[in-house]
């Protein structure tokens, strides 16, 4: 257990469908973060959330729209998939804004396994 | 080239000792780490070097760091089939202040 939590663990769904992924951390963190992962390519990071506050959107698809409501979940709302978009979601939150390393150390939920079809 | 390289596969016998290498490109880097990812799980924090050091020894993990190479190494001593995994290095990339993760090594341990 790392303390973030990630639902579902399998997602299936078609090109036209809406869903939505969720995170949630209960570390007190102040920081989230929205990861891709998909086979034969490096972990690619999409949105950063701290304090709330988007500060991080790195050229995702629109098709991905992120929300942050609190500082301890993070929804993934997907909407109009492709299947190149099939991949490992992952999760992670940091403390953000303590000094040292515990700053930067990430803490992983076990990601959603998305494929579109 | 990337900010941060690494091999992607590495093989060994169990009971051997493995080396994961790994190389960045921010010399100024404070923070350099490795994680370890096992199959169907996300990332986990194995340990961690502080741009100061150059070496950190964890039970059977040992961690160098060449700062003039800017190259870091992960060695896992005794190296058992429950290692096998995919273990990522990830440095600060301190204009940003963000983390930057390599794209990961897979190890795989033969019986």
């Known amino acids: 257990e790392t303390g973030v939590t990630q639902t579902p663990r399998h997602l299936v769904m078609g090109m036209t469908n809406k869903k939505s992924l969720k995170c949630e951390q209960h570390?007190?963190?102040?920081?989230m973060y929205w990861y891709k992962q998909s086979a034969k390519k490096p972990l690619e990071l999409m949105f950063v959330?701290?304090?709330?506050?988007?500060?991080e959107n790195n050229s995702v698809p629109s098709r991905f729209s992120p929300e942050c409501p609190n500082s301890s979940h993070l929804f993934l709302h997907l909407h109009t998939l492709q299947p190149e978009d099939s991949a490992l979601y992952l999760c992670?939150?940091?403390?953000?804004?303590?000094?040292?390393?515990?700053?930067?150390?990430?803490?992983f939920g076990a990601g959603t396994r998305l494929s579109v079809l | 080239g990337e900010d941060v390289e690494q091999s992607l596969f590495l093989s060994v016998r169990e009971g051997d000792s493995s080396v994961i290498n790994c190389t960045y490109t921010?010399?100024?880097?404070?923070?350099l780490y490795w994680y370890k990812q096992e199959p169907g799980a996300g990332l986990q924090l194995l340990t961690y070097?502080?741009?100061?050091?150059d070496m950190k020894q964890d039970q059977r993990l040992t961690v160098l760091l060449n700062k003039k190479d800017k190259h870091l190494s992960l060695r896992i001593a005794d190296t058992q089939t429950g290692d096998s995994a995919i273990y990522f290095c990830?440095?600060?990339?301190?204009?940003?202040?963000?983390?930057?993760f390599g794209p990961g090594t897979s190890l795989s341990v033969i019986p």
């Open positions: 992670a939150s940091s403390p953000e804004g303590t000094s040292g390393t515990a700053k930067n150390i990430q803490y």
């Open positions: 570390l007190g963190h102040n920081a």
């Open positions: 959330y701290s304090l709330e506050e988007r500060v």
């Open positions: 921010d010399s100024s880097s404070t923070y």
């Open positions: 070097i502080f741009s100061n050091m």
């Open positions: 990830a440095v600060v990339k301190t204009s940003y202040d963000k983390v930057i």
